[in-house]
C-alpha cells in the first residue's frame, strides 16, 4: 500500500538496488515538475531518461521547430512584400545557417538541464526502463524500487505498417538535419508534416505531402484547413488526398513512394521521406501489466487527480495518458497536479481543456480553441457561424497575406463563443486572447467594447465576431 508521507531515512541501497521515494520515469516538463517539487520537499528522488535530457518540446518538438519557423517567416515575408514592390535580403534560406541559428539558442538546453536536476540532489539515470513490479523499475543493471513512480515518456511516431518503413526518417531526426535534401515527401497530413513542410519549401526543397483520407489537420475547422492548404500551393508544397502509400523503395536516386489512389497505383520520388502520420504514447516498452497499471490505445488511464486507476502507487501525465491534448502547456499543467496531489497532499483535478487552444505553426498560423462547426451543426443548438475572408483587412494588406480567415461559432441568446477558428500571420496571438475571453465567459458583444491598440492585429478581433 502507498502512503503519502515519506522519509529519506526510509530509503536507501543495496547491492544493484536502488531505493527511492519517488521515480520519475521521462525528463520532459511533465516529469521534471514533480521531480523538482519532490527534491526540494525534500525527497529522494531518481528520473529515467532513455534518450538525451529534456523531453521532446524542448528538443525534438516545439522549441527547434518554432526557431527554425523564424527562418521560414523571414523568407515568407521577403517573398510576399516582393509583390507589393518592396524587396530585402534572399528569397531562400540557407539551412545551415538556420541549423546554426537554432543550435546557439537551444544548443546547452540537455546540460543546462541535467546540471539542474543534479543540483537539487535528484538522481539521472540513462536508459531503457521498464517495471519489474508494482512501483519497481529496472534500468540498466539496476533495479530501482520506489514508493511512487510518476510516468512522463511522452509520445513517438505511430507505426505506419507499411513495407519499406525503416526508410523514413522522424521529425526528430529532421529537425537536426545537417543537410536539406531537394525533393521530400511528407506521409500524413497532420501538424508535423505542414509545420515542417512550410519549413523546408522556404528553405528551397521540393516538398509533397501524401495525405491517406479526404481532409488534411482533422483537428482544425476544415474550411480554413482548405484555405491553407491553397497558401501552401503558393509556397510550392503539394498536398494530395485520397493517397494511401504502401511501400517504399531505396535505389541509387533516393527513394521511391508507391501510393494507390483508388486502384490507380502512384509512384513518387524523393530524396527523404520524412514521417508525419501522428505519433502515440511511448508507453510500449514500460512492460506496464507487469505492474498492474490500466493502459488503453491513447494512453495510461488515469483518474481526475492523474493516478494510475488501477495502481496507487503509479501517476501519470502529458502525452503518456489517455483523455488529454497532447500540447506542452497541457503536460506542464498535469506535471503540476501530480506534484501538488502527490508531494503536497492536496486533491487537485485535471483541469477543463476546453478552451486549450491549437497552433499550427505553418506560413501564414492556423489555430482553433473550442469546437468545430461540424460539432454544433444540430438542431438542439442554435448557433450564428461567422466565416470571413480577412485578407483584405489592413493588418493582412500591409504584409501582403492572401490567405488569410476567421470562423466564430456563437450561441445565439447567450452569445457565447463555443468555438473560434483563425487563419493569419498571427494567428499565435488571436487565439490567446480569444481562448482568455472564452475561459472567462466573455460574450461577443463583451469583445467587441474592448478599446483595443489600432492598427493591431488583435484589434481585428471585434470585427471577427460582429
Given at each position: 500500500?502507498?502512503?503519502?508521507?515519506?522519509s529519506?531515512?526510509?530509503?536507501?541501497?543495496?547491492?544493484n538496488?536502488?531505493?527511492?521515494?519517488?521515480?520519475v520515469?521521462?525528463?520532459?516538463?511533465?516529469?521534471?515538475?514533480?521531480?523538482?517539487?519532490?527534491?526540494?520537499?525534500?525527497?529522494?528522488?531518481?528520473?529515467?531518461?532513455?534518450?538525451?535530457?529534456?523531453?521532446?518540446?524542448?528538443?525534438?518538438?516545439?522549441?527547434?521547430?518554432?526557431?527554425?519557423?523564424?527562418?521560414?517567416?523571414?523568407?515568407?515575408?521577403?517573398?510576399?512584400?516582393?509583390?507589393?514592390?518592396?524587396?530585402?535580403?534572399?528569397?531562400?534560406?540557407?539551412?545551415?545557417?538556420?541549423?546554426?541559428?537554432?543550435?546557439?539558442?537551444?544548443?546547452?538546453?540537455?546540460?543546462?538541464?541535467?546540471?539542474?536536476?543534479?543540483?537539487?540532489?535528484?538522481?539521472?539515470?540513462?536508459?531503457?526502463?521498464?517495471?519489474?513490479?508494482?512501483?519497481?523499475?529496472?534500468?540498466?543493471?539496476?533495479?530501482?524500487?520506489?514508493?511512487?513512480v510518476?510516468?512522463?515518456t511522452?509520445?513517438?511516431?505511430?507505426?505506419?505498417?507499411?513495407?519499406?518503413?525503416?526508410?523514413?526518417?522522424?521529425?526528430?531526426?529532421?529537425?537536426?538535419?545537417?543537410?536539406?535534401?531537394?525533393?521530400?515527401?511528407?506521409?500524413?497530413?497532420?501538424?508535423?508534416?505542414?509545420?515542417?513542410?512550410?519549413?523546408?519549401?522556404?528553405?528551397?526543397?521540393?516538398?509533397?505531402?501524401?495525405?491517406?483520407?479526404?481532409?488534411v489537420?482533422?483537428?482544425?475547422?476544415?474550411?480554413l484547413?482548405?484555405?491553407?492548404?491553397?497558401?501552401?500551393?503558393?509556397?510550392?508544397?503539394?498536398?494530395?488526398?485520397?493517397?494511401?502509400?504502401?511501400?517504399?523503395?531505396?535505389?541509387?536516386?533516393?527513394?521511391t513512394?508507391?501510393?494507390?489512389?483508388?486502384?490507380?497505383?502512384?509512384?513518387?520520388?524523393?530524396?527523404?521521406?520524412?514521417?508525419?502520420?501522428?505519433?502515440v504514447?511511448?508507453?510500449?516498452?514500460?512492460?506496464?501489466?507487469?505492474?498492474?497499471?490500466?493502459?488503453?490505445?491513447?494512453?495510461?488511464?488515469?483518474?481526475?487527480?492523474?493516478?494510475?486507476?488501477?495502481?496507487?502507487?503509479?501517476?501519470?501525465?502529458?502525452?503518456?495518458?489517455a483523455?488529454?491534448?497532447?500540447?506542452t502547456?497541457?503536460?506542464?499543467?498535469?506535471?503540476?497536479?501530480?506534484?501538488?496531489?502527490?508531494?503536497?497532499?492536496?486533491?487537485?483535478?485535471?483541469?477543463?481543456?476546453?478552451?486549450?487552444?491549437?497552433?499550427?505553426?505553418?506560413?501564414?498560423?492556423?489555430?482553433?480553441?473550442?469546437?468545430?462547426?461540424?460539432?454544433?451543426?444540430?438542431?438542439?443548438?442554435?448557433?450564428?457561424?461567422?466565416?470571413?475572408?480577412?485578407?483584405?483587412?489592413?493588418?493582412?494588406?500591409?504584409?501582403?497575406?492572401?490567405?488569410?480567415?476567421?470562423?466564430?461559432?456563437?450561441?445565439?441568446?447567450?452569445?457565447?463563443?463555443?468555438?473560434?477558428h483563425?487563419?493569419?500571420?498571427?494567428?499565435d496571438?488571436?487565439?490567446?486572447?480569444?481562448?482568455?475571453?472564452?475561459?472567462?465567459?466573455?460574450?461577443?458583444?463583451?469583445?467587441?467594447?474592448v478599446?483595443?491598440?489600432?492598427?493591431?492585429?488583435?484589434?481585428?478581433?471585434?470585427?471577427?465576431?460582429?
Open positions: 500500500m502507498c502512503t503519502q508521507k515519506t529519506i531515512e526510509s530509503v536507501g541501497n543495496t547491492g538496488i536502488r531505493r527511492y521515494d519517488l521515480i520515469i521521462g525528463t520532459g516538463d511533465a516529469g521534471k515538475i514533480v521531480a523538482v517539487a519532490a527534491a526540494r520537499a525534500g525527497w529522494r528522488v531518481a528520473i529515467i531518461e532513455k534518450r538525451k535530457v529534456g523531453g521532446t518540446c524542448a528538443l525534438w518538438g516545439c522549441v527547434p521547430k518554432k526557431v527554425l519557423v523564424t527562418g521560414a517567416e523571414l523568407v515568407d515575408f521577403n517573398r510576399r512584400m516582393a509583390t507589393a514592390g518592396l524587396t530585402a535580403g534572399s528569397k531562400v534560406m540557407s539551412w545551415s545557417s538556420l541549423m546554426q541559428f537554432k543550435e546557439r539558442l537551444i544548443g546547452t538546453y540537455s546540460e543546462d538541464d541535467e546540471r539542474h536536476l543534479e543540483k537539487l540532489g535528484i538522481h539521472i539515470y540513462k536508459d531503457q526502463a521498464f517495471f519489474v513490479g508494482r512501483s519497481a523499475v529496472r534500468t540498466g543493471d539496476l533495479r530501482l524500487e520506489g514508493k511512487y510518476h510516468i512522463a511522452g509520445a513517438r511516431p505511430r507505426k505506419l505498417n507499411i513495407e519499406g518503413e525503416e526508410h523514413v526518417t522522424t521529425s526528430d531526426q529532421f529537425l537536426y538535419l545537417e543537410r536539406l535534401p531537394r525533393r521530400i515527401l511528407f506521409i500524413g497530413g497532420g501538424y508535423i508534416s505542414f509545420e515542417l513542410a512550410h519549413i523546408a519549401a522556404r528553405c528551397g526543397s521540393v516538398v509533397t505531402i501524401l495525405n491517406r483520407g479526404s481532409r489537420l482533422k483537428n482544425f475547422d476544415p474550411d484547413a482548405t484555405r491553407l492548404v491553397e497558401a501552401s500551393g503558393k509556397a510550392g508544397i503539394t498536398v494530395t488526398l485520397n493517397e494511401s502509400p504502401e511501400r517504399i523503395t531505396r535505389n541509387r536516386k533516393g527513394f513512394v508507391i501510393a494507390h489512389k483508388g486502384k490507380e497505383k502512384k509512384d513518387y520520388s524523393a530524396d527523404m521521406v520524412v514521417h508525419g502520420a501522428g505519433r504514447p511511448d508507453i510500449g516498452d514500460l512492460e506496464l501489466d507487469t505492474a498492474g497499471v490500466e493502459k488503453g490505445p491513447e494512453g495510461i488511464r488515469v483518474n481526475v487527480n492523474m493516478q494510475s486507476i488501477s495502481n496507487e502507487c503509479v501517476y501519470a501525465a502529458g502525452d503518456a495518458v483523455g488529454g491534448i497532447p500540447v502547456p497541457i503536460a506542464m499543467r498535469e506535471g503540476e497536479i501530480v506534484a501538488d496531489n502527490l508531494v503536497h497532499g492536496m486533491k487537485r483535478q485535471r483541469p477543463d481543456y476546453r478552451y486549450v487552444p491549437r497552433i499550427l505553426f505553418s506560413l501564414p498560423q492556423l489555430a482553433s480553441v473550442g469546437l468545430q462547426e461540424e460539432e454544433v451543426s444540430r438542431p438542439d443548438k442554435d448557433v450564428d457561424v461567422k466565416l470571413k475572408d480577412t485578407s483584405g483587412w489592413l493588418h493582412n494588406q500591409r504584409v501582403q497575406e492572401k490567405h488569410a480567415a476567421s470562423k466564430f461559432i456563437i450561441e445565439n441568446g447567450t452569445g457565447k463563443i463555443l468555438g473560434a483563425i487563419l493569419d500571420s498571427h494567428a496571438d488571436l487565439i490567446n486572447i480569444v481562448a482568455l475571453a472564452m475561459q472567462h465567459g466573455l460574450t461577443a458583444k463583451q469583445i467587441t467594447e478599446l483595443y491598440a489600432y492598427p493591431s492585429a488583435t484589434s481585428s478581433i471585434r470585427y471577427m465576431v460582429e
